[in-house]
């Protein structure tokens, strides 16, 4: 069943989520598939789809109650528990991601870092200390951590996902603009700032 | 013609290119179809698919020419001229995409700057002044900005999305997790990095 949801499914479950968040501190209690599905830019077709995945959730004519299908997404993308991240790369990226509060209010914590510097190797930044990047697997496994997050240059992409993978995570957020080879059973999203850019002058004059 | 296109087909076409780019470099002459798709999670049929838009650039049975594919996809998303982009929040994130190179590297250039904190208003920082953000139709129109990065609080995204639509911005990157209300005419990104990983979490045991 898994293999057949298309990841973009995925990604807008996590998108009407956070839309339905933003409602219910509104408190708004009902909302139309028409009002969800604009909201992140998508047709109320295309969302109906989405969640058909997983079951029926909306009242026909009616519209979708806000707590109940937050209650529903959340269970749907595990997101119920508090996830240990590693951040791999403390350079001028990745630094900015420690300091950004975004994910430990969505449930996910950085609680270990790593870099190949040995001048950064052993300091401490906002309380975490900087591992070796060779000590991957000894660190991930004892913290039990699953997701990676990678901000290094990208020539060393690749070996770094490498040892990621073997060091045990299973999913990976990649922020370098390198495509990464990884094998069946690992997740990878990559955000590409440049890319995002690039498809909007697309649209210019 | 224009919007028949879907957005997703131009996000993939700036993948193709980094990768594209990339593959000139190691000096990568032709390459099929099935090997570029590949390299961007995508099928072989939907990269015809997204290329065909815009006519026929391959020769079957050999592949696409590396670098002719590179120069007609940089004319299809005009990339062939650098382009000036404004930053308004000039907090945590929008400091460390200041400090980020990838922009300038792809033709970006960050020239200036914008926030409401008087503490910062009228400091330099990477050598660009930071402006008032009541100032934004006079310095846009000045500097002829058409791209704005939006990295200030979610509680003030609409007002300042607003107010830079109204001071003649034709294209934001939206680094808030809000939903934006825009006009028709007006192309928007979102870059959420907490629903990447959201979106992570689902395959984790």
């Known amino acids: 069943m898994k293999q057949v949801i298309p990841h973009d499914t995925i990604k807008r479950l996590a998108l009407y ?11 708004v209690e009902v909302i139309s598939s028409q009002r969800l599905a ?6 109320p077709s295309q969302m109906r789809k989405d969640l058909a995945y997983f079951g029926e ?3 026909r004519g009616v519209g979708y109650n806000v707590k ?16 240990k991240v590693a951040l791999i790369g ?11 509060s ?7 914590r950085i609680s270990a870092l790593f ?10 930044i906002f309380g975490l200390k900087i591992e070796d990047i060779a000590r991957t697997k000894e660190v991930l496994k004892r913290e039990r951590i699953k997701i990676g997050i990678i901000t290094v240059p990208a020539a060393d992409a690749q070996e770094v996902t490498d040892r990621l993978i073997t060091s045990g995570i299973k999913a990976i957020l990649n922020f370098t603009p390198r495509y990464l080879n990884i094998p069946e059973g690992i997740m990878i ?8 850019l690039e498809s909007l002058t697309y649209y210019l004059p």
Chains 1, 2 share one sequence.
Do not use: C, H, P, Q
């Open 189 to 196: 999203n990559t955000v590409d700032m440049a890319i995002e």
């Open 90 to 100: 403390i350079g001028k990226l990745g630094t900015a991601l420690l300091a950004y």
């Open 102 to 108: 975004g994910f430990e209010k969505f449930g996910f």
């Open 17 to 27: 989520l956070r839309s339905l968040r933003y409602l219910a501190k509104k408190k």
């Open 38 to 43: 604009e909201r992140i830019y998508a047709s």
């Open 68 to 83: 109940k299908l937050i209650a529903e997404i959340e269970s749907i993308l595990k997101l119920k528990k508090k996830r």
């Open 57 to 59: 959730f909306g009242i």
């Open 115 to 124: 870099d190949n510097n040995s001048g950064k190797i052993g300091k401490k």
